[in-house]
Every structure is written in C-alpha cells, then in structure tokens.
C-alpha cells in the first residue's frame, strides 16, 4: 500500500471510552504530524513529530496523547473526549519537517456521543 | 503571525480558468506560499508552492506579486473534478523553525455544467 493510510475511518466513542487512531505513512519520511478538521474553522495542527521525537505540542488537551514508535508510524490515544472533540482527524507526513509539503492520509470521523 | 485571507466559495463553469486570491498581508521574508486541495472524505493535497513572481506545473500556476502580500491560483479549463475546497497556506519551508504554519479557512469551488 502506498501513501499515508489512517484507521478506523470512522469512530464512534462515548466520553468515558478509550480508544486510539493509527497512522502509517509508506512514503519514507521522517515527520508525522496530527491534525484537527472541524466544520467551518482551520485546519489545526496538534502535534509534530520528527524522527520518532514530539517537537511539537500546541497546547493540545490532555485527553489527547500521541505515540509514535517509529517514523512510519503514529498514534493518537483518546480518552475521556468531550463532544466537542468530535471531528476529522488527519495524519500527514513529510521529508525532513519541510512543513508545507505535507502527504495527508484520508482522515478517522470521530464523533463523540 | 501570518494570517490568510480567501473567499468562502466561488462557483464556475466547465473549460473556464478559475482565479482564487489569498490575502496574507503579515507574510513573513521566509514565508513561502502554498496552495492544497481538499475533497469530501479525503486529506488536503499539495498542488503549488511558490515564493514570488509566477510559478507553473501541470496543474495550476500561482501568481504572487511583488509585496507578497497576496497571491492567486489560477486553474486553466476547469472540469466537475475540480470541485473542491482549495486551501491557501503561508508559513516556513526550514525546519527547526518554531513558526506556526498558519492554514486558510479554504475557497469551496463549484464547477457546474
């Protein structure tokens, strides 16, 4: 498979579960980052992760906590999320953090109930 | 930091070229200006990146004038496939830089028949 993939595609959890989105990028880059796509408001960068290292953290909720075990791979666990977290979530990577030329994957719809 | 500026939506015809402005009066000296595409269901994807003057590839050319603090997409002869949200985006290309990457609320463009 090429190209940045993401699963589930769509999730469904309620405030008090647990659950987390994966991210695999195939492409050979060694930047991850999370995003955040809510309706009628800009895209938001949530993490930034370079060579399996967090650079990035912008002032994101506790509730959120990434994982990223190695440049191919990344995680975004989620607990105790509000409805308002409800959202596209979306994964992207790129060569050496040359932030504006970023491979995005399809996106997780979460919706928080 | 940088913020942009687009219309919320435009609307054209098949064959017609499509000129979408972004606004980016703060623009920085190394800020460079990047433009991405989005459809339903799908991840934003990289279309055009320039600096200043004229920069053209397969599909699109970006027009940016001497004080930067605008910048065009012009999309020769578009078709129904073109229908989409298009994105301007200002930021830096170096990494380690702590500037934030600042993403436009997006143009939805309609291609009708």
């Known amino acids: 498979e090429t190209g940045v993939t993401q699963t589930p595609r769509h999730l469904v959890m309620g405030m008090t579960n647990k659950k987390s989105l994966k991210c695999e990028q195939h492409?050979?880059?060694?930047?991850m980052y999370w995003y955040k796509q809510s309706a009628k408001k800009p895209l938001e960068l949530m993490f930034v992760?370079?060579?399996?290292?967090?650079?990035e953290n912008n002032s994101v909720p506790s509730r959120f906590s990434p994982e990223c075990p190695n440049s191919s791979h990344l995680f975004l666990h989620l607990h105790t999320l509000q409805p308002e977290d409800s959202a596209l979530y979306l994964c992207?990577?790129?060569?050496?953090?040359?932030?504006?030329?970023?491979?995005f994957g399809p996106g997780t719809r979460l919706t928080v109930t | 930091l940088a913020k942009t500026t687009q219309p919320i939506s435009m609307d054209s015809y098949e064959g017609q070229e499509v000129n979408i402005t972004c606004s980016h009066n703060n623009i920085a000296t190394n800020d460079y200006i990047t433009w991405y595409q989005q459809f339903p269901s799908q991840g934003p994807r990289f279309i055009i990146q320039g600096y200043k003057t004229k920069v053209t590839n397969e599909v699109a050319s970006l027009f940016i004038p001497a004080d930067r603090k605008s910048s065009t997409l012009s999309l020769p002869r578009v078709s129904l496939s073109d229908t989409a949200v298009y994105y301007c985006l200002v930021g830096p290309r170096n990494a380690g830089n702590n500037r934030k990457l600042i993403w436009g609320l997006g143009t939805s463009l309609a291609v009708n028949p």
């Open positions: 992760y370079s060579l399996e290292e967090r650079v």
């Open positions: 492409l050979g880059h060694n930047a």
């Open positions: 992207a990577s790129s060569q050496d953090r040359v932030g504006n030329e970023q491979y």
